[in-house]
Every structure is written in C-alpha cells, then in structure tokens.
C-alpha cells in the first residue's frame, strides 16, 4: 500500500493506456516493462542490461559521452551495475503520450546502481516523465544514477524528472546530453521532499547548429537536507541557444548550492536565472553562477535573487483574510509555479497537482 502512494506521488500510473510504456525497476528487480499497443514499432524500451545484449551497435553510445572515470561514484556504475532503462524513438516518431519511469529503493541500506541511455532519433519526439523513490522503511540507502541522452538531428526530447526521498536517502546522478542540428532538449527537475544528500550536475552539449536546451529546477529542502545542485550548457554549435532557471527554497537548517554555468564557443545565446527563498534563520541558500564566453558572438547572461519573503506581501495576505501561516503557504506555491517548466499540455495538470500537494502544508 505505501509502495503504492509513493508510486501515486511521483506520477507514475499502472494503467498502461495513459502511457506510451511504463518502466519500473525495485532495487534491481525488474516489475514493469510495457509499451502502450498504440507506439509498437515506433519505440523500444527495455532494461539497459538486456539491451546490451541484445544491440551490439548499442556499445558506441554506452559511456561514450559520460566519463565513467568522472569521480568515485561514476566508476562504481561502470565496475557493475543493476538496472536502468534503454530508451529509442525511431525517426520521425511523433510520441504523444507520456513514457514513464520509475527507479524505487525499498531494500534497507541498497546502493542503487544504473545507467540510463535514451536516443531520441532523427525528427522524432518524446516526453519522459521519470520518478526516484525510497521506501519510509528503507533505511541509508544510496541511488547512484548515470544516465546518457543522444538527441538527434530536428529532434526533440522533454525529460521530467520528479524525486521523492527521505531524510536517510544519499543521491548522487550523472548525466550528459549530447544535441545535434536543431535539436531541442528540455530537462525539468523537481524535489520537493527531505533528502539527507543529494548532488548532480547535469552537462547539456549543444553540438549541432540551432540545437537549444533548457534546464528547470524546483527545489525545496527542508528539515536538515543538503542539496548541491547545477546545470551545466556547454553551446558549441552555431546559434545554439540554452537557459537555466532555478527556483528554490530551503526551511528549517536545510541547506541548497544552486550551481549554473553557460559556455559559449561559438555564436551563440544563454541565459542563466536563479530565485531562492530563505524561511528561517538557520537555513542557507547560496546562488554560484559561472559565464565562460569562448567565441566573440557568445551572448551570456546571468541574474540571482535570494532573500526573505517579503513581509509587505505577507500583510497584504493577511489583510484579505488570511492567517500568517496560511499567507506564507500562498506565496510559497505561487513562487514554486510549475508554468515555468514549459510541460507539454499532457503533463502540466498533473504535475502541478504533485507540486501543490507537496506544498500545501508549508
């Protein structure tokens, strides 16, 4: 039953007929892998493990734009590692229906080890709505996962990724995406619950000329978590373009890094954005912005705001009728506004449901 309304709490549905497929992996035992009748032929899915086996040309993507030397947790996944999805829309596939994901830890102290890789072909479209989960009763575990995405030429990839943790939870992804001729690629990342570690850095390349990516980040730490978190756009084609915005809260003695860095080598423009709220004394929020222009035509831009809630706005609430509580709560979910994310219409109700629900009680 709790598997079930932490299942429910990240999106993910077994009703299959909402889905173009559905993923799940328990620790390392594979539940689920099924495709919606409507997209056979046009999309593969499968466990990373059997995809291997069965692909041979497979072997040119896996760890080939992720460094499986990057740090100690990267050559833990490539020394060995127990699962993760295989994903690829063949060309011109226009995929309506959401593809869902779910990577869950309910085993008591579990290293969660996998390696994601996703092809999204030439033309083709895809929305991934991928949820990590931990079991109340899974005690220290650790989610180590490594993902490679290849967006091809005119394709496009919108990949939503919605964390549910708890306070005994260590998380550390990798992840790099690598765009070509007028690719696009967007990555939405929400986590809005307690997690006691969690560091990423995704990397986008933007290889091809035209191709443009966007990084969306909503986070809220709460409790004593410690959250380092950075997007990372490295635009290397001609008028490639990218933008990272970052909304984030932190309560409690809860703690966020929020990173961003643009690169620019070539004609290109970006922009980077951090907001953050601070909700009590003893939590920290720091904004670290980073522009490297390596080309004359290299158009970056930054801006951060951190602070407090204003109390003018809270006093305003409040002379409509509201108590502080609830006037804090109002403010809070209509800064976690998840309209910034730019979901596709298929996504969008649902997921602002998960947000609102999450803060209804801030």
Known sequence: M??????????????????????????????????????????????????????SWLRKYYWSILSKNKDSYTKQVAKDFN??????????????????????????????????????????????????????????????????????????????????????TEVYPRTVALLEDKAQFVSNYLCLNPVKKLQMYP???????GSAVEFNNLIYAADTSRIDIGSEVILEGKLSKGKILSRAIVADRGKIIARGRLVGKNTC??????????????????????????????????????????EKEIVYLMSRGLSRDEAISTIVRGFMDTSILGLPRSLQKQVRWLTERVTEGL
């Open 2 to 55: 709790q598997k079930d309304e932490n299942l429910e709490e990240i999106g993910f549905t077994k009703e299959v007929e909402k889905r173009a497929g559905s993923y799940l992996l328990d620790n390392n035992r594979l539940i689920m892998n099924a495709l919606n009748r409507a997209v056979k032929g046009k999309l593969k899915l499968l466990d990373t493990r059997d995809a291997l086996r069965k692909y």
């Open 83 to 168: 699962g993760g999805y295989f994903i690829r829309v063949l060309p011109e596939s226009d995929i309506t229906l959401p593809l869902q994901t779910c990577l869950m830890m309910t085993k008591p102290g579990y290293v969660q080890k996998v390696h994601n890789i996703v092809i999204v072909e030439e033309g083709a479209k895809l929305n991934i709505l991928s949820g990590c989960v931990t079991h109340p009763m899974s005690g220290s575990a650790i989610h180590l996962g490594m993902s490679e995405f290849f967006i091809k030429k005119k394709a496009y990839l919108n990949f939503t990724m919605i964390h549910r943790w708890n306070l005994t």
């Open 203 to 209: 990397s986008a390349i933007c290889k091809g000329k």
């Open 269 to 310: 423009k970006a922009h980077l954005e951090c907001r953050g709220l601070v909700l009590s004394e003893k939590s920290k929020l720091y904004a670290i912005p980073e522009l490297m222009a390596k080309h004359n035509d290299s158009e970056l831009s930054h801006e951060a705001a951190v602070g407090k809630i204003s």
